[in-house]
């Protein structure tokens, strides 16, 4: 069981805003950024999402971040069919003082 | 460019013994922390653990603790995973990724490529 709450499938057609949240705790979300992870099949994750709300260079401003208290959102605008992918949030923990991520959302475009 | 390039494929027995590499480029090794992580058959991200290539200093998740060495050579800008007794259990896709921090804001970027270690009597 993941530390991190995420739906496990989310779905929408082309062109729609899609979110997906994230739960998590006080040590962890509730104390730190958060960040998101796009895994394309059979790719590693790439790093969509840090500080809560920054894109690294090279990621699409249609994906952005939101964070409120011990919860985190990624919305997804302009859905594409190349977003089809899991996506992880992941954050550091400070009574683990390590890692931890969410079990993962199958994002589907129809 | 910094990446971060991973050893090959593995194909182990059960009981036996693995090492699997990760060689950091395009930035100062010693500067950042490497982290890794394990992603079993059609699952998600599950954090292994964690080591700073300056001094060594390791700190792993409670899951894994005593069940896997996590190590760093900075002179050759390589951190190490490790198992001494492979179980089928252990079947499972290995990533390495660098740990980056400015002030309270840490992420993790870029990962490497993956290891594939596949334990089958």
């Known amino acids: 069981q993941s530390v991190l709450t995420q739906p496990p499938s989310a779905s929408g057609t082309p062109g729609q805003r899609v979110t997906i949240s994230c739960s998590g705790s006080r040590s962890d979300i509730g104390s730190n950024t958060v960040n998101w992870f796009q895994q394309l099949p059979g790719t590693a994750p790439k790093l969509l999402i840090y500080?809560?709300?920054q894109r690294p260079s090279g990621v699409s401003d249609r994906f952005s971040g939101s964070k409120s208290g011990t919860s985190a959102s990624l919305a997804i605008s302009g859905l594409q069919s190349e977003d089809e992918a899991d996506y992880y949030c992941a954050s550091w923990d400070d009574s683990l003082y390590g890692w931890v991520f969410g079990g993962g959302t199958k994002l589907t475009v129809l | 460019e910094v990446q971060l390039v991973q050893s090959g494929s593995e194909v182990k027995k059960p009981g036996e013994s693995v090492k699997i590499s990760c060689k950091g480029s395009?930035?100062?090794?010693?500067?950042?922390?490497i982290g890794w992580v394990r992603q079993m058959p059609g699952k998600g991200l599950e954090w292994m653990g964690i080591?700073?290539?300056?001094?060594?200093?390791?700190r792993y998740s409670p899951s894994f603790q005593g069940q896997v060495t996590i190590s760093a050579d900075k002179s050759i800008s390589t951190s190490y995973l490790q198992w001494s007794t492979l179980k089928a259990s252990d079947t499972a896709i290995y990533y390495c990724?660098?740990?980056?921090?400015?002030?309270?804001?840490?992420?993790?970027?870029?990962w490497g490529q993956g290891t594939l270690v596949t334990v089958s009597s």
């Open positions: 500080g809560d709300n």
């Open positions: 080591v700073n290539p300056a001094d060594s200093s390791t």
């Open positions: 395009g930035y100062s090794f010693a500067s950042n922390w």
């Open positions: 990724v660098r740990h980056n921090r400015l002030d309270l804001t840490r992420w993790l970027d870029p």
